[in-house]
């Protein structure tokens, strides 16, 4: 058995090589369509991973409250209207009456130009809470980040962010350099790591980090807030978080029911799911693209076996006088049929690889190897092999060997 | 070895019956050389596919090895032929993708007899045909007489009790077919059966035993 095995694996792959042309042209549906699987796959895996460390990057479990009307789309928040009627008080509240939230980061965000000796940086100044650098995620390559304690003391320092460092000191060691803020000095007590843009477009290495009371007390001099992250525990439902926080803060604001909300609360998930949507949408396509491939690609191979089979009527013949019984020879050709379609899958598993490592290079996205689509491929190839095959192999024994022999 | 008894055989043509064969009675014992000699249509072809289990009589009986084969299924007459026939026959019918080796084991492949070494066998058999330098030729770079004498080899590696040559001479020239005959003898002389089915009554000499069909019937049989 492992004898025959091994000869009809060489007789199918003898007969590939005497019909490369053909055999190519016939695999070349499932090579398509195993490649758009597997390169669908591992791209979208990518994707999504990359989308999954950006949620982590900016911090897990965030709910996003702003003051004003704030509009999310798939490539980040843009407000449309502001509101000064968000307290620091209000926070406090949420902490308080809503036990799912474990931590608050109250915030003031502004634009404004920070000073170093002759050079001036429009840098965007961030006035939050201490607990900022837990909740966000925010890792410090030089000196430390300011503490509970400063806040209270209202100090004027600040944490800049890797560009900010970068542009105003060059080689100078920035830690107990004086920044200009509002033509405030403001000791520089930590370097933030190098952290790109994230996704609402904010460049987070050309913000300043400055206490929250520091900031409202001697900077802007304001009573309100721009808006707070909202940690939850682990595996709170955000979207029904959402809406009681909506509640409590629509109460809190005392507005009526015909009055529109004057903040806005949105997480992460809203933004980057709407990407999401975009890859199901594709992933839809790639699969009504692959089932036709396949298709095609049985179609070609059951083609092709016919012929196969047609044109070695003598070899069936032969086979048949010397002792084969009908079931070899479905099995012959049945191998046949399930190598030119394995070859066809094998070949887009690569390709589709290739394709995968070219996609995210350029889209900079992780490289992954959809394990799970590989091996569908491969089962899919040799069910197509099979069912490409199974007809043209039965007809191989449909006629009287003496017929042909004569 | 072999015992025909009232074979019958006819073909149908829409209402109309051909008869092919007659009846035939005819026994063949194990050792025999024998020639069947008939011309195109007597029913020589018949017979020997009758008798090498590819064909079945209308009438009669067939008993092959003492055993009766009337009735008998697909798989269990191929296991019969794999096991017990070689066939030779007058285009060789080499596989053209294969080598000579590789042809000569194709019957291994469907056996459950066990040969052992069958390569090793194989390679024996081709050098005894001369065929040494030849073993991995494909059947495109051999001459007829060559080929022929691998297609023998192949009739011969599964050990087998029967060799059914059909026109085995009739593609070669008559100095390759006799050596081709020659050969028949020689395997005949180690213990072999073998019958020759032939239209050309030159090869009536190399046989121990002639047959002849005419029309359906047996009209000659003499041993020599």
């Known amino acids: 058995m492992i004898y025959s095995l091994n000869f009809y694996l060489k007789i199918a792959l003898q007969n590939l090589i005497i019909h490369k042309a053909r055999m190519i042209l016939s695999l070349l549906g499932i090579l398509f369509a195993v490649m758009s699987l597997v390169a669908f796959g591992n791209i979208s895996s990518g994707m999504k991973l990359k989308i999954d460390n950006e949620i982590s990057r900016f911090g897990k479990n965030l709910i996003i409250l702003r003051a004003g009307l704030v509009f999310v789309t798939g490539r980040g928040a843009r407000q449309f209207a502001e509101s000064k009627t968000l307290k620091l008080d209000d926070v406090k509240i949420i902490k308080e009456r809503l036990s799912d939230i474990k931590e608050v980061v109250p915030f003031y965000d502004t634009t404004y130009p920070a000073k170093y000796g002759e050079n001036t940086l429009k840098v965007s100044i961030m006035g939050a809470s201490a607990n900022i650098f837990d909740v966000r995620n925010i890792n410090l390559i030089l000196g430390r980040p300011y503490t509970d304690r400063d806040n209270e003391n209202k100090e004027k320092k600040a944490v800049v962010g890797f560009k900010v460092y970068d542009n105003l000191f060059k080689s100078e060691d920035p830690l107990g350099k004086y920044l200009l803020i509002y033509r405030v000095p403001t000791e520089i007590i930590g370097v933030i790591e190098e952290k790109g843009v994230d996704f609402t477009g904010q460049d987070q290495d050309l913000q300043v980090y400055i206490p929250l009371d520091t900031f409202m007390r001697r900077y802007s001099n304001v009573d309100y807030i721009k808006g707070a992250y909202l940690q939850t525990e682990d595996g709170v439902n955000l979207n029904e978080m959402k809406q009681r926080l909506r509640a409590l803060l629509r109460k809190l604001h005392g507005l009526k029911e015909n009055q529109k909300d004057d903040f806005s609360i949105f997480t992460l998930d809203d933004i980057l799911r709407t990407r999401e949507e975009g890859i199901r949408l594709v992933s839809i396509l790639t699969i009504i693209a ?98 490409a095959g199974i007809y043209p192999a039965i007809q191989g024994t449909k006629f009287v060997p003496i017929e042909v022999l004569h | 070895m072999i015992t025909l008894k009232g074979i019958k055989k006819s073909y149908f043509i829409g209402e109309r019956e051909l008869p092919i064969l007659k009846g035939i009675d005819l026994t063949i014992q194990s050792g025999e050389l024998v020639i069947l000699m008939g011309v195109s249509g007597s029913g020589k072809t018949t017979l020997m596919n009758i008798i090498g289990l590819l064909d079945k009589q209308t009438e009669g009986e067939y008993f092959f090895m003492d055993r009766n084969v009337d009735g008998l299924d697909d798989e269990t007459l191929a296991v019969l032929r794999n096991e017990h026939i070689g066939f030779v026959f007058q285009q060789f019918f080499l596989l053209p993708y294969l080598n000579a080796i590789e042809n000569v084991l194709i019957p291994i492949v469907y056996s459950k007899k066990n040969i052992k070494h069958p390569r090793e066998k194989a390679k024996q058999l081709l050098a005894r045909f001369g065929l040494s330098d030849r073993i991995h030729n494909k ?82 049989d003499t041993t020599v």
């Not at chain 1, 290739?354 to 491969?378: E, Q």
Request: net charge negative; glycine share 10%.
């Open chain 2, 139 to 220: 059947p495109s770079q051999l001459s007829g007489g060559e080929q022929q004498r691998v297609a023998i080899a192949r009739a011969l590696i599964n050990d087998p009790d029967l060799i059914l040559a059909d026109e085995p001479t009739g593609a070669l020239d008559s100095k390759t077919g006799n050596e081709i005959m020659e050969l028949f003898r020689m395997l005949n002389n180690e213990g072999k059966t073998i019958i020759v089915v032939t239209h050309d009554p030159k090869l009536a000499q190399f046989g121990k035993r002639l047959i002849r069909i005419e029309d359906g019937i047996i009209s000659e």
């Open chain 1, 290 to 387: 692959s089932i036709v491939s396949f298709l095609i690609g049985g179609l070609g191979i059951f083609a092709i076996m016919l012929l196969s089979v047609a044109e070695r009527k003598m070899e069936i013949g032969i086979r048949r006088v010397v002792g084969s019984k009908k079931k070899d020879i479905i099995f012959q050709f049945l191998t046949e049929a399930v190598i030119v379609a394995l070859i066809g899958g094998v070949t887009g598993i690569l390709v589709g690889c290739i394709i995968t490592v070219i996609v995210d290079y350029i889209g900079d996205f992780p490289f992954f190897l959809h394990v799970w689509n590989i091996f569908l491929s491969i089962f899919i190839s040799i069910m197509v092999g099979i069912a």
